[in-house]
């Protein structure tokens, strides 16, 4: 099992940690449950950072002469300007972040499809966008790994956001230590995930690894780190994957038999066609490396991104569904 370096991890504070809501609820996500074991937590909220209160009567962005504001309807007061600074001092205030989770759709903290009103005492929204604190995480942290708990219950965006903040912690050691050997390290050690994720990237990866203009260490972390948020900035698609477990297979297939080879073509093909997940396909390969004693493959991150316990079965395909024979 790979030792997993600790994400730091900006949290909605109402999002099990406080109950902070307008209305004193705090919010359930399992995700921030079960990440609690292996990251470092920042929880914030920031309409009680801008002095809103608990309970509170909620805020809304409203269109104001074509500008967004931000107003609590029931007293008509402006916070924009508070919530604005709030968020600039916040965000200059911290360091070393591998990614944010923000509370869904909130008009401070949600950085998507946040609604937006006519007025204070109008009810239909007419445009959404991003809520004053996501939005300003977006623009100021465009390569995190950033999500909300509502699009974090989907299992491929879940699954992109854990392989980020895990790749990311780990870089972070790799710039503290400030070593060519880290680097080069961490390089060969991703460079099956990398393949899955963005093939152009991993290639100017390999170059500035390779160093052969003679870069400093500091100038070559730098470069790499920018391409290494590039590489990461979409989920790898599944062609991509069936690619890279393919180049996997590559290493074992003068050692398997016939009827080896076609049980994992089988797996792969119904991966392709949607009839199975990653997994059996996967964990074949896993077999394999254990068998072949292959330690090239056994420290690729590719086949364990994120620590194993945070991997979640769907719930449908679980044999621990609600029995349906009862």
Not at 135 to 140: C, R, Y
Not at 180 to 206: C, P, S, V, W
């Amino acid at each position: 099992m790979r030792e997993f370096s600790r994400p730091k991890v900006v949290v909605s504070r109402c999002l099990e940690f406080d109950h902070c809501r307008y209305n004193g609820d705090m919010i359930s996500s399992p995700v921030v449950v079960k990440l609690k074991k292996h990251a470092d937590f920042l929880p914030v909220c920031p309409e009680v950072e801008i002095g809103l209160g608990v309970p509170r009567d909620p805020v809304r962005i409203i269109l104001d002469g074509g500008d967004h504001r931000l107003i609590q309807p029931s007293s008509g007061k402006d916070v924009t300007e508070n919530m604005k600074a709030f968020c600039t001092n916040f965000l200059d205030s911290i360091e070393d972040i591998d990614g944010f989770i923000l509370k869904f759709r909130s008009p401070s903290c949600g950085f998507k499809d946040v609604k937006i009103y006519p007025s204070a005492g109008e009810r239909g929204a007419v445009e959404k966008a991003s809520g004053y604190f996501g939005g300003a995480v977006l623009e100021k942290y465009p390569h995190l790994a950033i999500e909300d708990e509502g699009r974090l219950r989907n299992a491929r965006i879940k699954e992109h956001f854990l392989t980020k903040i895990f790749t990311f912690a780990a870089f972070r050691k790799v710039k503290s230590e400030g070593s060519m050997k880290d680097l080069i390290n961490f390089h060969m050690q991703n460079k099956f995930l990398l393949m899955a994720y963005n093939q152009t990237e991993l290639r100017k990866l390999g170059e500035i690894v390779a160093n052969r203009e003679d870069k400093p260490i500091k100038v070559l972390i730098s470069d790499y780190e920018k391409h290494l948020q590039s590489a990461l900035s979409r989920a790898p698609r599944y062609t991509a994957t069936i690619n890279v477990l393919m180049h996997a297979f590559g290493h074992f297939s003068d050692q398997l038999s016939s009827r080896e080879k076609t049980l994992f073509f089988d797996w792969v093909q119904k991966y392709r066609e949607g009839k199975a997940s990653l997994c059996p396909a996967l964990n074949t390969l896993r077999l394999w490396i254990v068998r072949f004693e292959s330690n090239y493959l056994m420290h690729q991150t590719f086949f364990e991104p994120y620590p194993e316990d945070l991997m979640e079965i769907d719930p449908i395909e679980s044999h621990l569904r609600e029995d349906l024979w009862k």
